[in-house]
């Protein structure tokens, strides 16, 4: 659908200013759940830049929306929005892009192996499951936690981790966070890592 060129050239947009999550829909009262919604999304401030992503984008699934926040500062320009909502829409554009993408490799494979799980006979228009919700919460540690991702782990690895364990964790670090100097906050970035992954990479990471 896209070129090697084109795909690569979204990928990397994605990559710097976009989003692939699972957001969360209106409440089921009767099964007491929340629905979870995949969803890609870009934002930038630059017309043109924005225009040419949603002709990419368009070429792979048959509709987008856009949104637009206007910004309280005068110093600052209007943030605009695309979002790919949907399993149907975000799968293909995901499959296309995924050989391309770098820094959100990792959320696309969850979240494509959520919707590939959602799809499945017998599981479809089910009530979610709690690895549905373990997608989830991957998705959001993953972001929490991005600028200690000098180790990248796999979707196994994600998916064997204890989630409830990891959310505490990244809370007590943000809490902390505000405590300490910018100094500080540099040097424990830089040995936090350890802790969430292989340690013996981590190590030789920092080491280096």
């Not at 225009?51 to 984008?57: M, T």
């Not at 792979?60 to 949104?67: C, H």
């Not at 910018?182 to 992954?197: G, I, M, P």
Request: hydrophobic share 40%; aromatic share 6%.
């Amino acid at each position: 659908m896209l070129t090697a060129t084109e795909a690569s050239w979204l990928a990397g947009f994605i990559d710097a200013d976009g989003c692939i999550r699972l957001s969360k829909g209106m409440k089921n009262v009767k099964k007491g759940q929340h629905s979870l919604i995949p969803q890609v999304t870009v934002h930038n401030t630059c017309v043109v830049t924005l225009n040419h992503a949603a002709q990419l984008l368009e070429r792979i699934v048959d509709s987008i929306t856009t949104s637009r926040r206007r910004r309280t500062s005068l110093k600052h320009a209007d943030m605009a929005n695309i979002h790919v909502l949907g399993m149907k829409r975000c799968e293909p554009v995901l499959r296309e892009l995924l050989p391309y993408l770098v820094t959100k490799r990792l959320e696309a494979e969850i979240l494509l192996r959520f919707i590939e799980r959602r799809k499945t006979r017998g599981i479809r228009n089910k009530p979610y499951e709690p690895v549905d919700y373990l997608s989830n919460e991957a998705l959001k540690y993953i972001k929490k936690t991005r600028h200690l991702r000098d180790y990248v782990p796999t979707v196994e690895e994600i998916f064997d981790q204890d989630i409830v364990r990891t959310t505490a964790k990244a809370v007590e670090v943000a809490e902390m966070s505000t405590r300490l100097s910018q100094d500080q906050l540099n040097e424990r970035a830089s040995k936090l890592v350890w802790y969430r992954w292989d340690r013996s990479q981590a190590i030789g990471k920092i080491a280096k």
